[in-house]
């Protein structure tokens, strides 16, 4: 099976721009969640998408945000981007097996974004 | 609520030396313990996860795990480190409170010397 994809791998952008990154799940996953890496916050959790919804969210400002389409394939959007933003942006999916517990969330290689 | 304490962010060990890196996790319920690794610009690969059926937790790449309740604590070891084990390791900590919410630690960056 094809791993979790995200495109573009790299990204340069400027203040006050708009960004849209995308991540194709693993087939037959339903969920996907990102999160965003920096060297002074580390991981940190952003959203989940299952079932065309958002499930969970965190500590983010509203300049995040992110949709699932019925393929499961998702997209996050960062508006009026700021110097902070910079970092990398990672895209997890996991299966959902009800009345399984946690499940194994699988990552892509991630998208690069610098803002200059 | 969940948290995550990794101990050392840097180890270094010699090459066939035994590995630690340790883990303090904090959480509400039953969790879901999980080891990542990350190599330089790459994303995560999973290197085994817990889920409460045994406390010893076998991995790839002869990793493994133990899960002690007692002292909230997974520590991470290999008995003999080779050089492609150079890479970030991430302890990460779920549970069903959070939902499919992964929370991670600080990260240990292990340096291994030939």
């Known amino acids: 099976k094809a791993g979790v994809t995200q495109t573009p791998r790299y990204l340069i952008k400027t203040r006050g721009q708009q960004v849209t990154l995308s991540c194709s799940p693993i087939?037959?996953?339903?969920?996907v969640s990102w999160y965003q890496q920096t060297p002074g916050q580390g991981l940190q959790f952003l959203f989940e998408y299952f079932s065309e919804t958002q499930r969970n969210k965190g500590n983010f400002p509203g300049r995040f945000s992110g949709r699932q389409f019925s393929n499961s394939r998702s997209e996050m959007n960062v508006s009026t981007l700021e110097l902070g933003d910079s970092a990398l942006y990672l895209c997890?999916?996991?299966?959902?097996?009800?009345?399984?517990?946690?499940?194994?969330?699988?990552f892509g290689p991630g998208t690069r974004l610098t803002v200059l | 609520a969940q948290s995550v304490t990794q101990l050392d962010s840097h180890v270094s060990v010699s090459e066939g030396t035994p590995v630690l890196l340790r883990c303090n996790y904090s959480?509400?319920?039953?969790?879901?313990l999980f080891w990542y690794v990350q190599h330089p610009n790459k994303g995560l690969q999973l290197l085994l996860k817990y889920t409460s059926a045994a406390t010893l937790v076998k991995g790839i790449n002869g990793f493994e795990a133990e899960f002690k309740k007692s002292e909230t604590s997974f520590h991470l070891t290999k008995p003999s480190a080779h050089m492609s084990d150079a890479a970030e390791y991430f302890c990460?900590?779920?549970?069903?409170?959070?939902?499919?919410?992964?929370?991670f630690g600080g990260g240990t960056r292990l340096m291994v010397k030939p």
């Open positions: 990460v900590v779920s549970d069903l409170d959070a939902g499919n919410m992964l929370t």
């Open positions: 087939s037959g996953h339903r969920s």
């Open positions: 959480s509400s319920y039953s969790p879901s």
């Open positions: 997890a999916s996991s299966l959902v097996t009800p009345g399984r517990g946690i499940d194994t969330q699988y």
